[in-house]
């Protein structure tokens, strides 16, 4: 085994084990209650607020989906079942969703906004996103979001005439920020954001299983797009989306390309669901959401693609050039 994948593991296992255990300590050391949710939250109230169940199995689930995908190679066969299991924990049996991921990114906007207080659970889970999201690509969005795996789950069933479509980032992106805009303007206006206004844009409301026409509307869309599109309300709407990719580009490990064992046989764009590899493999600055699936890392015959911490990358422009020569 190399020395830097010895000490990429040794990384993994720390970074788990205080991910697990600071929760833990907190909540035995502290003083007071963990406060209610009309407060502005401290910092001891969201430590303590860590400590729940929901926040400790989310934690081991990333931290496991990272070192899964540093000691493993990890197929698309393999990836839905894990997505499977996200379901189920997640989304049916342990309430990650109170409160939803997608109202812990807009909430805490619209009161900076308005002036009003940001309530300690929300607070909470919006630094567990952004710590996971920091420590890996998309840790959170990958392995946690029950909504995000039911979209995986469903991009799985067979598109007819093989359709599956992989929306240019520049658009989709563009799509997203706008809604975002919108949103932010539509705050300003009225004091309301658009995703949660009469939850037109909120499926994970579908956790609460409440099927109101308007969710079932949005759910049964998505889908219907999933079966062609790879996670469209990720890519197209999700604000918590939109915040993780921002988050990527300090991601401490993510999807990283040794170009110097890439033989550029595109194996890795074909096989892969996402549209981010083809950006990762041509040195884009602008990459599309990697969620940390592994597929292409497993498609690779050459073992270039790696989920780490760093590779020293030659020069792309050369590296283009010295592939184009005969």
């Not at 989304?91 to 939803?100: E, F, Y």
């Not at 599956?164 to 805009?181: A, E, H, T």
């Not at 869309?221 to 999700?238: E, N, W």
């Not at 990527?248 to 064992?261: A, N, P």
Request: proline fraction near 5%.
């Amino acid at each position: 085994m190399k020395r830097n994948t010895i000490y990429q593991s040794v990384v993994c296992i720390v970074l788990l084990t205080i991910l697990v255990c600071a929760p833990i300590l907190a909540e035995a050391g502290r003083g007071g209650g963990s406060g209610g949710g009309g407060r502005n939250a401290d910092l001891t109230s969201i430590w303590a607020g860590l400590s729940s169940i929901k926040f400790i199995i989310g934690g081991i689930a990333a931290l496991s989906g990272l070192i899964l995908l540093k000691t493993i190679k990890i197929n698309r066969n393999i990836r839905t079942f894990l997505m499977c299991v996200v379901f189920v924990l997640f989304g049916v049996l342990v309430i990650m969703h109170q409160p939803s991921p997608l109202r812990a990114v807009v909430d805490p906007v619209t009161a900076l906004v308005i002036g009003s207080t940001i309530t300690l659970k929300k607070a909470t889970m919006l630094i567990f996103i952004v710590s996971l999201s920091v420590i890996g690509a998309k840790l959170f969005c990958g392995w946690v979001c029950p909504f995000g795996a039911l979209q995986e789950i469903v991009n799985r069933i067979p598109a007819p005439f093989e359709k599956k479509i992989k929306l240019p980032f520049k658009i989709s992106n563009g799509i997203r920020i706008s809604i975002f805009v919108i949103s932010l303007v539509m705050v300003f206006v009225t004091g309301s954001d658009l995703y949660t206004y009469q939850g037109i844009l909120n499926p994970f409301e579908l956790f609460d299983w409440h099927f109101e026409l308007v969710l079932a509307v949005l759910v049964g869309a998505v889908a219907i797009a999933s079966v062609f599109v790879y996670r469209p309300f990720c890519y197209l709407v999700c604000p918590v989306g939109l915040l993780t990719w921002l988050l990527e580009y300090m991601s401490i490990f993510r999807v990283r390309l040794d170009r110097e064992k890439c033989n550029d046989c595109k194996k890795c764009i074909r096989v892969a669901p996402c549209p981010s590899v083809k950006a990762i493999v041509d040195g884009d600055k602008l990459r599309p959401d990697c969620f940390a699936c592994g597929v292409c890392i497993d498609a690779c015959p050459e073992g270039a693609l790696a989920f780490g911490i760093g590779t020293v990358v030659p020069d792309v422009i050369s590296l283009r050039r010295k592939r184009k020569t005969p």
